[in-house]
């Protein structure tokens, strides 16, 4: 009975402070009126603030971070739920989490902490603490706060000024004691009014820096978008050096400082290639050439190493030692580099761990960061040359390179220094892709044979997906594909090379029946030739970022049609020619030898559109569509 009464008490109390949270007049009004300027959100942050402290914790001799976030956040939509959440690590903890009403008194919903997984890959120390939210009419109100403790300022890396939600206003203050050496770096301020402040507090003996910006629009969720460091405001915090005592130590002032330290975690490590010798002995057993020893360590790699993308403390920088990845038969890029690694010089290579940034991450070496890479891979010296290998690209051959990395700058272990060098880019045609369809009219079907070519990451996305799918079900995956799951396209007979060789050109040959493409009328023949018709539907209304293609691509798509005796066509549709500094677009349409040849070339020459030139591009799509959709039509001659 006592506890019956305790919960009731508890519940009433919940109630009351809920009642007397209700919106007033002028939030309803103002969430209306935000709601009018945010149609597609459901809540704003009327108030952001995120304040900033430093400090030297004597125990570990390290400087730590405390990170203060407060937000004031109305519900513009007549109801809305979300999850308000803070991602962390091994590396910090979180304090004070919680909600209040508008009313300042605390609201009591029930807090969670759990690790987090991701899309099939696990990351063993990355937490969320995480509350779910309920705004019950439109203009509530909540008052979120917590506390972010870093205990390593060096992994305390950006502060980014937007968030999922709209923000009317934000604020960032730093408070900078003198002791430390602090360099802010202010990225993306270019297209929004963002103001800073600095002052010197002689109490704190510590310059307060501080940003505020007014109505920034939430994140954009759109697939395909580059990196958020490309597109977002944000400040890149480098601790570059602090004094204690009267002694100065150096953090990461400059780009060898962040070299040392990761070499640092390198020297630590305890490899034991005794585990390796045998299979490096079996792999290179019949090898001919070094290139091919490598190929056939580097293919092994891919073949029987998964990749699980994880972090653990220091195990987020710190590769994991060869023979454990060799053992467990999965790591994570650092884990599977520094098997290359073993492996290669086990085989009596010269094979170095290489630190890089995918394209995803804006920034290069010059800046002395742990935001700087997000990847590592392995670089083999040979005949003078230097090849980079990624064990988790799978079915990527010797001496090609994964788009994300293409152009990067990447760091290679060098002893006492480094190495910086750049991952080649390539052009599109490397990327090649041929649609051959060689059809002729068979009552109201095209008929015929069809022959597919993949190269470079076309050829090695397409073995990825497949190899990837259990045995049994391959066949029907494959008839699947080419079919496009369409009852109307018949295939059989289907010819490929070997799908599980990513050395050679991928090739596909079948026979297609293409039913309801052809309508006779009278002496008429009406032919909807295009199926595919790729890229027809490629139109950016409403888009706010830059889209970016897996890979740069290179497509060659011909339909070669048999004309019926007797028949000729009444008027060829008029192809287009488009060609950019971003893509190139080719239709063309000619007969021969009673023969309609017609033919398309796509080329994505920096695998991107540019937002810049969304109007451009969509009034080429649109002549494009107009192009799929003329019907060609016959008469009888």
């Known amino acids: 009975m006592r506890k019956l009464l305790i ?3 508890f519940f009433t109390g919940i109630c009351v402070a809920q009642k007397n949270s209700d919106p007033t007049p002028e939030e309803i009004n103002q969430a209306k009126l935000l709601k009018i300027q945010y149609p597609k959100d459901d809540l704003v942050l009327l108030e952001s603030k995120d304040y900033i402290t430093f400090d030297f914790n004597k125990n570990i001799s390290q400087i730590t971070v405390a990170h203060k976030i407060s937000e004031e956040m109305l519900n513009i939509s007549s109801r809305t739920d979300i999850q308000k959440h803070i991602f962390y690590s091994g590396q910090s903890e979180i304090s004070n989490f919680g909600l209040k009403y508008r009313n300042q008194k605390a609201a009591y919903f029930p807090i969670k902490d759990e690790a987090y997984t991701s899309e099939g890959f696990f990351f063993n120390d990355s937490r969320v603490k995480y509350v779910n939210v309920d705004f019950p009419v439109q203009g509530y109100k909540y008052y979120f706060e917590a506390t972010q403790n870093i205990f390593d300022v060096k992994y305390f890396t950006s502060l980014y000024f937007t968030d999922v939600y709209p923000i009317s206003k934000k604020e960032i203050t730093l408070v900078v004691p003198r002791w430390l050496n602090l360099e802010i770096k202010e990225m993306n301020f270019d297209d929004f009014q963002i103001s800073k402040t600095s002052i010197f507090d002689e109490d ?18 759109e697939e395909q978008s580059p990196g958020p460091s490309y597109i977002y405001p944000h400040l890149l915090v480098l601790a570059k050096s602090y004094t204690n005592e009267g002694q100065s130590y150096t953090l990461f002032n400059e780009t060898k400082d962040l070299y040392n330290w990761y070499k640092s975690l390198v020297d630590s490590m305890k490899d034991d ?18 290139e091919e020893k490598i190929k056939n360590i580097y293919y092994w790699i891919q073949d029987n190493i998964r990749y699980i993308a994880f972090e653990d403390g220091l195990a987020g920088f710190k590769p994991d030692e060869s023979q454990n990845v060799f053992k467990k038969r999965y790591g994570d890029c650092k884990g599977m580099a520094n098997l290359t690694k073993q492996m290669l010089k086990e085989a009596g290579f010269d094979a170095r761990l290489t630190w890089l940034g995918t394209k995803r991450i804006a920034y290069d070496y010059s800046i002395p960061s742990l935001s700087v890479d997000n990847h590592m891979i392995c670089t083999v010296f040979n005949n003078k040359k230097k ?14 390179y994964a788009e994300r990395i293409q152009g990067k700058q990447v760091m290679i272990e060098n002893g006492d220094s480094y190495i910086l060098e750049t991952i080649p880019v390539v052009t599109p045609d490397l990327n090649k892709e041929t649609h051959v369809f060689n059809a002729k009219i068979n009552n109201n079907a095209l008929e015929g044979d069809v022959s597919l070519t993949y190269s470079g990451e076309s050829r090695a996305t397409f073995l990825y997906v497949f190899n990837n799918l259990r045995t049994e079900m391959k066949n029907e995956a494959l008839e699947y594909y080419l079919n496009r799951a369409d009852r109307n ?54 888009r706010n970022t830059d889209y970016e293609f897996a890979h740069k691509e290179y497509l060659s798509s011909e339909i070669n049609l ?48 540019r937002k810049a030139n969304f109007k451009e591009w969509n009034e080429t799509i649109k002549n494009l569509q107009s192009i799929y959709n003329q019907q060609i039509i016959l008469v009888k001659d």
Do not use: C
């Open 273 to 290: 290639s005794s585990f390796l010798k045998d299979k490096v002995a079996e792999l290179t057993a019949n090898a001919k050439t070094d």
């Open 489 to 542: 396209m018949l295939v059989n007979n289907i010819k490929t090379s070997d799908l599980e060789n990513r050395d050679n050109q991928l090739s596909i040959t079948y026979n297609l029946k293409q039913d309801n493409a052809v309508s006779s009328f009278d002496d008429e023949i009406y032919i909807n030739l295009d199926y595919y018709q790729e890229y027809g539907k490629w139109l950016f209304k409403e």
């Open 204 to 221: 704190k003996n510590a310059d307060i820096i501080t940003y505020s910006v007014s109505s920034l629009d939430a994140v954009y969720q």
């Open 7 to 9: 919960l009731f008490l």
């Open 562 to 609: 048999e004309l019926p005796n007797g028949y000729k066509v009444t008027e060829l549709p008029k192809g287009m020619d488009v060609n950019t500094k971003n893509y190139k677009i080719f239709v063309d349409f000619e007969i021969t030898d009673n023969v309609l040849h017609y033919k398309k070339l796509f080329v994505m020459k920096n695998a991107v559109v």
């Open 387 to 400: 090849i980079f290998l990624d064990g988790t690209e799978k079915f990527n051959p010797y001496g090609e």
